[in-house]
């Protein structure tokens, strides 16, 4: 259409616009971006956009063809982006109720949460309305008799994806809409409407769990030499098939913050790597067309196995065009080629931008192909170390935004790491590959050629640990803001450019220099002092480019001081408060639940790299039980792991010292962590922010650890924050005189119970905000209907985590 319109239109027999593809992807990822905001607003954006573009393209490309292509192709991403909005806002409305969907079967997965089914073309109906969506999945706990192709009708009920409860912590929502899917339904009935199936998905699915089962026969049981291959049956699965359930999440951590997780998913290196022997192999006695009419489907046939995750579409289109190119022998272009493959995965999901997955593809992938060339020639080196240095470390800078982006945290010898890992992965990719294919043949012979892939596997490990025992193998940044992101690729570019033309002004100025040399009939100067001349050029060069990077990735790792805030982290069933003092201590109080088993994991550690933390400068803990203290103990057991250091573990200076409350201390010790001893009338300064403690002193008896309970005064010039942990009415009634009046906010003692928050304390605290940390459901019946009353007869604004979430006070 693109090349017929511009023969059509443009008789003057102007050149087409270069990458037509690249302009469309422009065009329509800008209709889609209008389409975000409210559509009251977007409608009379649209104009001025196509006039804006259209002067563009017809000033620079005289080219009314290319004009009229994006015109329609912007439209389309408008209406293709509002229509998914108004369906995901409809899904999203719906209550979590019993719906009928109908919808087409196109991928079967199982999982350890039971059986997936994935649906397209999907009718959606409660009862009242019915709905079309693209995708949905259904989860369902027995394994049903489908086939990939079956049309069938589901009973269930509707439930809807949670989104972050704190920031940083994993966004169920956010990354089922990346993937295009809104809800899932619990399966309740399941019936066929049209047995008629997709012989060679079903088949090629069948294949895949037959490899899965065969993979875990061979990777179990060994003795000896073998015990290599015990348990690498997940990782393989992860690396050849793109099934992460039976990888071991210890692993799985472990590649993640060493910057080498990459390898665990279906990439372009595994697809080139396949394809192209194939292709290669089949070139050497086949003609052009019938070697890619081979090496197509297979590429196609693994990408349907393996689950067709959004970088194995990426690097397939990628392949198939290269592959394409060379039949038609017309030159293979990487910018159309990732243009397209852009504008094919936004087509299917406009979300997808939102998948980390997809960032990390394309980060990547524009790193090698477009920034990597640039630096290639700027440093202007035959040097093959230096060469496989510079690409890992440009792929590294390219990444690092994003990576911050979604994971708060920067692998510092991940560019290291990778230059032993990804050479290596071709072996590890054939290995395996060759071992199943074996184990058909003779089992015992499997486990032979499956055994090199295993031991370097075993290698990366050993070389993950060895770095992870390093306290800067990784550096929490936080997550930077968007302007930040910007800034960081807008100087990257500046710099290159910039670097690339001085590149190119000292190269021609040497050509310039030798022509008049010969013109003139002068004698030409030493070979000894050109060299040098031109080694002085390309070490200033490298110099610069080496000091420019540097400087441009202290725009991730920089971390602003926010000054003070204090938030009250939903931990679930428990307490878990942070606060950030003015000078940049950062204090936290307690850290536990009863109802989230790794709360650390979960919750904590991910707010805390969110926010650009890495180390607690104080730990304070309140008292021993459990929903106050399970996290901080989670953090000392894994702080090699999950990179958070504290300084200081304080504790109540009491009587009653349990097993738990000498357990902290001893591993606290253990960890070369200073333990502390707080009691009545003790100050920790925060700059301005000061923290009293007003209970308890070191002569109180009790026989319950709540009577115990550290209760903290916070206070700076603009508020006043008063923490109560799990007191009880007759502490109140004691510290009632200590506190003062009036404060800014409360976080209301015993999670609401009935038992804490009497009337007079109430009265005198007043609180603006009252804030309750505790769990959605909880079997305590937390916070109680007496306290809540008491509460709102009080006045103020009443925040519970289980409603909201983490709140933030600034």
Same mark, same amino acid.
């Given at each position: 259409?693109?090349?017929? *319109?511009?023969r059509?239109?443009?008789?003057?027999?102007?050149?087409?616009i270069?990458?037509?593809?690249?302009?469309?992807?422009?065009?329509?990822?800008?209709?889609e971006?209008?389409?975000v905001?409210?559509?009251?607003?977007?409608?009379?954006?649209?104009?001025?956009?196509?006039i804006?573009i259209?002067?563009?393209?017809?000033?620079?490309?005289?080219d009314?063809?290319a004009?009229?292509? &994006?015109?329609?192709?912007?439209?389309?991403g408008?209406?293709?982006m509002?229509?998914e909005i108004?369906t995901?806002?409809?899904i999203?409305?719906?209550?979590?109720?019993?719906?009928?969907?109908?919808?087409?079967?196109?991928?079967?997965?199982n999982?350890?949460f /039971?059986?997936?089914?994935? %649906?397209?073309?999907?009718e959606?109906?409660?009862?009242?309305?019915?709905?079309?969506?693209?995708?949905i999945?259904?989860?369902?706990?027995?394994?049903?008799n489908?086939?990939?192709?079956?049309?069938?009708?589901v009973?269930?009920?509707?439930?809807?994806?949670?989104?972050a409860?704190n920031k940083?912590?994993?966004?169920?929502?956010?990354?089922y809409?990346s *993937?295009?899917?809104?809800?899932?339904?619990?399966?309740?009935?399941? =019936?066929?409407?049209n047995?008629?199936?997709?012989?060679?998905?079903?088949?090629?699915?069948?294949l895949?769990?037959?490899i899965?089962e065969?993979l875990?026969? %061979?990777?179990?049981?060994?003795?000896g030499?073998?015990?290599i291959?015990?348990?690498?049956?997940g990782?393989i699965g992860?690396?050849?098939?793109?099934?992460?359930?039976?990888i071991?999440?210890?692993?799985?951590?472990?590649?993640?913050?060493?910057?080498?997780?990459?390898?665990?998913?279906?990439?372009?290196?595994?697809i080139?790597?396949?394809?192209?022997?194939?292709?290669?192999?089949?070139?050497?006695?086949?003609?052009?067309?019938?070697?890619?009419?081979?090496?197509?489907?297979?590429v196609l046939?693994?990408?349907?196995?393996?689950?067709?995750?959004?970088?194995?579409?990426?690097?397939?289109?990628?392949?198939?065009?290269?592959?394409?190119? =060379?039949?038609?022998?017309?030159?293979?272009?990487?910018?159309t080629?990732?243009?397209?493959?852009?504008?094919?995965?936004l087509?299917?999901?406009?979300?997808?931008?939102?998948?980390?997955?997809?960032?990390?593809?394309?980060?990547? @992938?524009?790193?090698?192909? #477009?920034?990597?060339p640039i630096?290639?020639? &700027?440093?202007?080196t035959?040097?093959?170390?230096?060469?496989?240095?510079?690409?890992?470390?440009t792929?590294?800078?390219?990444?690092?935004?994003?990576?911050?982006?979604?994971?708060?945290?920067?692998p510092?010898?991940?560019?290291?790491?990778?230059?032993?890992?990804?050479p290596l992965?071709?072996?590890?990719i054939?290995?395996s590959?060759?071992g199943?294919f074996?184990?058909?043949?003779?089992?015992?012979?499997g486990?032979?050629?499956?055994?090199?892939?295993?031991?370097?596997?075993?290698?990366?490990?050993?070389?993950?640990n060895?770095?992870?025992?390093?306290?800067?193998a990784?550096?929490?940044v936080g997550?930077?803001?968007?302007?930040?992101?910007i800034?960081?690729?807008?100087?990257?570019?500046?710099?290159?450019?910039? #670097?690339?033309n001085?590149?190119?002004?000292?190269?021609?100025?040497?050509?310039?220099?030798?022509?008049?040399?010969?013109?003139?009939?002068?004698?030409?100067?030493?070979?000894?002092k050109?060299?040098?001349? @031109?080694?002085?050029?390309?070490?200033?060069l490298?110099?610069?480019?080496?000091?420019?990077?540097? *400087?441009l990735?202290? *725009?991730i790792?920089?971390?602003?001081?926010? /000054?003070?805030?204090?938030?009250?982290?939903?931990?679930?069933?428990?307490?878990?408060?942070?606060?950030?003092?003015?000078?940049?201590?950062?204090?936290?109080?307690?850290?536990?639940?009863?109802?989230?088993?790794?709360?650390?994991?979960?919750?904590i550690?991910p707010?805390l790299?969110?926010?650009?933390?890495g180390?607690?400068?104080?730990?304070? &803990?309140?008292h021993?039980?459990?929903?106050?203290i399970?996290?901080?103990?989670?953090?000392?057991?894994n702080?090699?792991?999950n990179?958070?250091?504290?300084?200081?573990?304080?504790?109540?200076?009491?009587?009653?010292?349990d097993?738990?409350?000498? +357990?902290?201390?001893?591993?606290?010790?253990?960890?070369?962590?200073?333990?502390?001893?707080?009691?009545? /009338?003790?100050t920790l300064?925060?700059?301005?922010?000061?923290?009293?403690?007003?209970?308890?002193?070191?002569?109180?008896?009790?026989?319950d650890?709540?009577?115990?309970?550290?209760? %903290?005064?916070?206070?700076?010039?603009?508020?006043?924050?008063l %923490?109560?942990g799990?007191?009880?009415?007759?502490?109140?009634?004691?510290?009632?005189?200590?506190?003062?009046?009036?404060?800014?906010?409360l976080k209301?003692?015993?999670?609401?119970s009935n038992?804490s928050?009497?009337?007079?304390?109430?009265?005198?605290?007043?609180?603006?905000?009252?804030i309750?940390?505790v769990g959605?459901?909880?079997?305590? /019946?937390?916070?109680?209907? +007496?306290?809540?009353?008491r509460?709102?007869?009080?006045?103020?604004?009443i925040?519970?985590?289980?409603?909201?979430?983490?709140?933030t006070?600034?």
């Amino acid at each position: 259409m693109w090349i017929w *319109l511009n023969r059509k239109i443009n008789k003057k027999g102007v050149t087409v616009i270069k990458r037509p593809v690249f302009w469309i992807l422009l065009a329509f990822v800008l209709g889609e971006v209008i389409a975000v905001f409210d559509l009251n607003i977007a409608v009379p954006c649209i104009v001025p956009a196509i006039i804006v573009i259209g002067k563009i393209v017809i000033k620079a490309y005289e080219d009314m063809g290319a004009f009229v292509v &994006i015109f329609f192709t912007l439209i389309m991403g408008f209406m293709l982006m509002s229509n998914e909005i108004t369906t995901r806002n409809y899904i999203y409305d719906l209550k979590e109720n019993t719906v009928i969907v109908q919808g087409k079967i196109y991928k079967i997965e199982n999982t350890a949460f /039971g059986t997936n089914i994935y %649906l397209k073309g999907v009718e959606v109906e409660n009862g009242e309305k019915s709905v079309s969506v693209k995708r949905i999945f259904v989860n369902t706990e027995k394994i049903p008799n489908v086939k990939i192709g079956n049309i069938i009708k589901v009973r269930g009920k509707l439930r809807q994806f949670e989104e972050a409860a704190n920031k940083g912590n994993f966004d169920s929502r956010k990354y089922y809409l990346s *993937l295009g899917f809104y809800g899932k339904i619990e399966a309740g009935t399941i =019936e066929i409407i049209n047995s008629d199936y997709s012989g060679i998905r079903q088949g090629l699915y069948e294949l895949r769990m037959e490899i899965i089962e065969r993979l875990e026969k %061979l990777c179990s049981d060994n003795n000896g030499i073998f015990s290599i291959i015990n348990n690498k049956n997940g990782i393989i699965g992860a690396i050849i098939l793109g099934d992460k359930t039976d990888i071991d999440s210890d692993i799985k951590e472990l590649y993640s913050v060493s910057g080498i997780a990459h390898i665990l998913a279906i990439s372009g290196l595994h697809i080139s790597f396949i394809g192209m022997a194939i292709y290669r192999l089949l070139r050497r006695r086949f003609r052009f067309l019938f070697s890619a009419a081979v090496s197509i489907p297979v590429v196609l046939s693994f990408g349907i196995m393996s689950g067709f995750g959004i970088s194995t579409i990426r690097a397939i289109i990628m392949f198939i065009l290269k592959i394409i190119g =060379e039949v038609l022998g017309r030159k293979y272009d990487a910018i159309t080629a990732i243009s397209l493959a852009g504008l094919v995965l936004l087509v299917q999901n406009p979300f997808v931008v939102c998948n980390s997955g997809f960032q990390m593809s394309f980060g990547a @992938i524009i790193a090698i192909v #477009l920034i990597l060339p640039i630096v290639e020639e &700027i440093l202007n080196t035959d040097n093959k170390i230096i060469k496989v240095i510079s690409a890992n470390f440009t792929i590294s800078l390219v990444m690092n935004p994003i990576l911050a982006w979604n994971y708060y945290e920067l692998p510092t010898f991940s560019f290291l790491l990778n230059i032993v890992v990804v050479p290596l992965m071709s072996v590890v990719i054939v290995s395996s590959i060759a071992g199943i294919f074996c184990s058909c043949i003779m089992f015992g012979f499997g486990k032979v050629v499956i055994f090199p892939g295993c031991g370097i596997l075993e290698l990366y490990t050993f070389l993950c640990n060895i770095i992870n025992k390093s306290s800067v193998a990784s550096i929490v940044v936080g997550q930077p803001k968007v302007t930040i992101i910007i800034v960081y690729y807008a100087i990257l570019l500046v710099v290159l450019f910039g #670097l690339k033309n001085i590149r190119t002004k000292y190269t021609r100025a040497e050509k310039e220099r030798n022509i008049i040399k010969k013109e003139t009939g002068l004698v030409l100067e030493k070979k000894a002092k050109k060299e040098r001349r @031109i080694k002085g050029q390309n070490v200033k060069l490298r110099l610069a480019c080496i000091v420019g990077f540097l *400087l441009l990735n202290c *725009l991730i790792y920089y971390i602003p001081n926010p /000054g003070f805030y204090i938030t009250f982290i939903d931990v679930g069933q428990g307490d878990g408060i942070l606060i950030h003092g003015d000078n940049g201590t950062k204090v936290m109080v307690d850290g536990g639940s009863t109802s989230e088993k790794q709360v650390a994991k979960n919750c904590i550690v991910p707010y805390l790299k969110a926010e650009g933390i890495g180390t607690i400068d104080y730990s304070i &803990i309140t008292h021993t039980d459990k929903d106050h203290i399970s996290g901080i103990l989670e953090i000392l057991e894994n702080n090699n792991s999950n990179r958070i250091r504290i300084k200081n573990l304080v504790m109540p200076d009491i009587n009653m010292k349990d097993d738990t409350y000498n +357990e902290l201390i001893e591993k606290a010790k253990l960890k070369k962590i200073n333990v502390l001893y707080i009691k009545k /009338g003790d100050t920790l300064s925060l700059g301005k922010t000061k923290i009293k403690c007003i209970y308890p002193e070191t002569t109180t008896t009790a026989s319950d650890k709540n009577d115990y309970c550290t209760v %903290l005064s916070v206070k700076n010039k603009t508020s006043k924050i008063l %923490l109560t942990g799990d007191i009880s009415k007759e502490i109140e009634e004691k510290i009632k005189d200590d506190i003062e009046e009036n404060y800014t906010v409360l976080k209301v003692a015993h999670h609401g119970s009935n038992y804490s928050s009497s009337e007079k304390f109430l009265k005198k605290v007043n609180p603006k905000y009252s804030i309750i940390s505790v769990g959605k459901n909880n079997s305590y /019946g937390h916070p109680g209907n +007496e306290t809540m009353e008491r509460l709102r007869k009080q006045g103020g604004v009443i925040y519970r985590t289980d409603e909201k979430g983490g709140i933030t006070i600034r």
